[in-house]
Structures are given as structure tokens and as C-alpha cells.
């Protein structure tokens, strides 16, 4: 039976969001303990916790909403790669990996050991506007990175702005622990939301034969 990775972290009120967003918010409404015929819950959250895609409307008014992007772009074969050691992952990194015919692509790096903190870390692993060029070159169509952007903490639009210009989908907020280098099964399917700058999604990788 093929193996399944849930790349997804639980949605939860004290889980690691972006500064400045807010945390998730999950409250019962009504409760069979307290005498409801039924539980019922709310949940408050931003579009961007948890795992999440980022549309080009993100930030680009003009540009189209994470519920006007192809299905066809969030499921199908994807390459996951692996950096260790590394803080900034550049072109010429990119151009030593094996990505010919690669048209999604996560990117597995030390990013996974900051998932054992309580709160966000700034210095996290990104990858440099040379590397977000080099990728839409050779026709990446989709991108993941293994915490809360893609892009470094100091200097957030420059990586975004040039990969969501040229029709890159942006997955951000995975977890890849355990998660072997080697190509997959993509699913990744946002809530469907319309023209929003970003979407939650369940994301999981199916082992090839």
C-alpha cells in the first residue's frame, strides 16, 4: 500500500502563525454536555494559517484569488527536495539539483526543527529572489517551503512579488519531517473562496510507484 504524508499541522489556537496575524480561534457553540442535541463548534482564522496557498491577489490587487487557480496546478506529480545546512537556498543551488521536467516542487530544508519551538522564528531557512528567478525559468508552477514563507523575514515582497507575477502558486506552512527526498503525488486543495489573497489547504503526498 503506498504511504501517505499529511503535510498539514493541526489547526490550533496556540500553533505558530506569522506575527502580526491572528491565532486561530475554535469555539463551541453548543454543546451535548450542557444539553444541546448536538456539539458545534466556530473557527475564527486568517487565510494564511496553517498550511495555505498564496494567489497573486495576495499582492497584486489586480491579480486573480486562490479560488480562480487550477485545480490542475495543486494536484499531480511534485519533487521534494532537500537542503540541510543552509540558510539562504540560491540559484546556483537550484541549478546543481536534477529539476528537468519538475513543475511543482516542495523544498524540504532545517526549516522542520523550528516546528519544535513554541513561537515563531525569524530565521528561517528562504529562498533568494536569484533562486524565486531561476525556478520560473525553467517553469515551476508551483512552490512549497517547510514553515511560514518562502521568503526571507526582513525583506518580505521582492520573492513573492516576482514568483505569484509569472503564475507561481505559493504553498507555505508544510511539514516534512520524515518526508523522504524523492517525487510524489501532490494534493493540495484550498477552501474554495473565490478572489481572496490566499486559501487554507489539507496537503498531503502520495508515495509513487
Known sequence: MKKIYDLSPEIRPDMISWPGD???????????????????????MTLHNGSHIDAPHHFFEEGIGAGEIPLEILVGDVRV????????ITRKMLEHADLKGVTRLILATDNESLWKK??????????DIGAAQYLTEIGIRLLGIDYLSVEDFQG??????????????????????GVPEGDYELYCLPLKLGKVDGAPARVILIERD
Open 81 to 88: 527536495l532537500r537542503f540541510g545546512g543552509v540558510k539562504t
Open 22 to 44: 491572528s491565532c486561530p480561534e475554535i469555539t463551541l457553540l453548543h454543546s451535548i454536555k450542557y444539553g444541546s442535541h448536538s456539539n458545534l463548534s466556530r473557527l475564527t
Open 156 to 177: 518580505l515582497d521582492g520573492v513573492h512579488k516576482h514568483l505569484l507575477s509569472q503564475g507561481v502558486v505559493i504553498l507555505e506552512t508544510l511539514q516534512l519531517a
Open 118 to 127: 513554541p513561537d515563531f522564528d525569524e530565521n528561517y531557512t528562504y529562498i
